[in-house]
């Protein structure tokens, strides 16, 4: 299996050589069938277009291609390279990711239970030092250190979608405002144009 760490030292700086901020490199699947994802975002806007997409996958492309020619392919056999941004309910990755999204909701797994929980959910509200401070639904606060995450992403709701704006619908075939999201409350409806 690769080694995450030198991946993230190939990935890291083609992604910030085009303006980016790498989110998370991860691999993973079998055989034919492995894909080593990239996510990585613009810092002002937290999204990618296709064409950032397009021009950060060609990058990383000749930077493998490079070292495999140098007989240093960080990765045997086959895969498929897969980039993206980080989406709406995205990855929790970095220690400051906790704090931008302060005030939104996120789950949180650790490693091996603190004070005999292993899953968090509820409101960000902030960090202190190495510890994510999350707030959940009763009003009890929990500390947990960061070192101690393995997986925290986002919950998609009403009030991330609202403080989620889209770089540009130009390119999607439809835009649908109002779609009903599973777990999230009301939603207002509006018409959807057609731009043929």
Partial sequence: ???????NQIVEP?????????????LFGKGDERTLQIMAE??????????????????????????????????????????SSPGIDRPLTRLQDYADWTGHEARITLDEPLDG?????????????????????TGALARVPFARIVDAKLALTDR???????LSPADAD????????EGAGETQEFEAEDND
């Fill in 14 to 26: 083609e992604a910030q050589a085009l303006g980016f901020a790498l989110v998370r490199v991860r």
């Fill in 174 to 181: 439809e835009v649908v405002y109002g779609a009903p999201v």
């Fill in 1 to 7: 299996m690769a080694d995450l760490s030198v991946l």
């Fill in 117 to 137: 929980q292993k899953q968090f959910r509820g409101d960000l509200e902030g960090v202190e030092a190495e510890e994510v401070l999350v707030r959940n639904r």
């Fill in 42 to 83: 613009r810092p002002d806007t937290r999204q990618l277009t296709i064409d950032d997409c397009a021009e950060l996958s060609r990058r990383i492309s000749d930077r493998m291609d490079e070292l495999e020619a140098a007989g240093r392919d960080p990765i045997e056999d086959a895969y498929r390279l897969e980039v």
């Fill in 160 to 166: 991330l979608i609202a403080a989620t704006v889209p």
